[in-house]
């Protein structure tokens, strides 16, 4: 059984893991050790034995925060592109750089294997040194991750319509971005096409290329100051019903939390 949870999604830090009974991947590490330590021991899951390694998106620090400092602690292997890897060595918020040996180099559209995944990287512009969504597929199942997403590629929609689980940003209501207490210059970068996905674009994005097999949609990396969750969901699932998609039967949504663990979900 295939099994997710999201530890954090949002910019104070984002920490998603994805197993199996044998195998489990991080994706990113921008929360604290301690407060991720703690969350396994909760919900009563193996802390190191768990890990077959770390998926990093791209090399901000709300997503690599504490990648450096887990994988010397405990020995793990992190994948990331060439570019990626660069900008986590140039990243003073990554405080503890990776060994040579926990390198692991992936390329966009070339998949790899890791424990019981098949993993394929792929292209997602945002203004960070590069920046991969990834394809997870396991037991026949497709789990895909897309977040801080500046716009929408062909690639993308191709990869939404094969899902069977799903993680997309949703990251400003354009309405409370205009009018809210940011600055012209940032208000510009979020919504250039290289910086964050909004709740319309999301929600036009799932309602154009989602099939019927896909069953679970979460929305992450949703603004502290240019969005709500409620807004979010709401955008999204009126599109949806809208384009004839009954959400709560044809499809689930939910808005990840930002700051705290959702709990287990089983992909089946």
Not at 2 to 17: D, E, K, T, V
Not at 22 to 28: A, K, T, W, Y
Not at 51 to 65: C, N, Y
């Amino acid at each position: 059984m295939l099994n997710f949870i999201s530890f954090g999604s949002g910019s104070s830090g984002n920490c998603y893991y994805i197993y199996t009974q044998n195998s489990g991947l991080l994706i990113d590490v921008g929360v604290g050790t301690r407060s991720l330590k703690k969350a396994f021991h909760d919900y009563g899951l193996r802390f190191v034995d768990g890990f077959d390694g770390i998926l990093v998106t791209h090399d901000h620090a709300d997503h690599i925060k504490s990648v450096g400092s887990l994988s010397k602690k405990f020995n793990l292997p992190v994948y990331a592109t060439e570019t990626v890897h660069a900008g986590m060595d140039r990243n003073y918020c990554m405080r503890c750089k990776l060994a040579h040996s926990n390198r692991m180099k992936v390329v966009k559209g070339e998949s790899f294997n890791v424990g019981d995944f098949r993993i394929t990287p792929f292209d997602v512009p945002h203004d960070s040194s590069d920046n991969v969504g990834y394809l997870i597929e396991a037991d026949g199942i497709a789990f895909c991750l897309l977040t801080d997403v500046g716009a929408i590629t062909d690639e993308m929609k191709q990869l939404i319509s094969r899902a069977d689980y799903l993680v997309i940003e949703a990251n400003y209501d354009p309405q409370m971005l205009e009018t809210g207490p940011y600055p012209r210059y940032l208000k510009d970068r979020i919504r250039n096409g290289h910086g964050h996905l909004s709740n319309v674009q999301c929600a036009l994005a799932l309602a154009e290329n989602l099939t019927s097999r896909l069953k679970h949609i979460w929305l992450c990396h949703l603004s502290q100051e240019n969005n709500k969750p409620e807004l979010a969901l709401a955008t999204v699932c009126h599109t949806l019903e809208d384009a004839g998609i009954r959400v709560g039967e044809d499809v689930k949504v939910e808005a990840l939390r930002r700051t705290l663990p959702t709990g287990i979900f089983s992909l089946t």
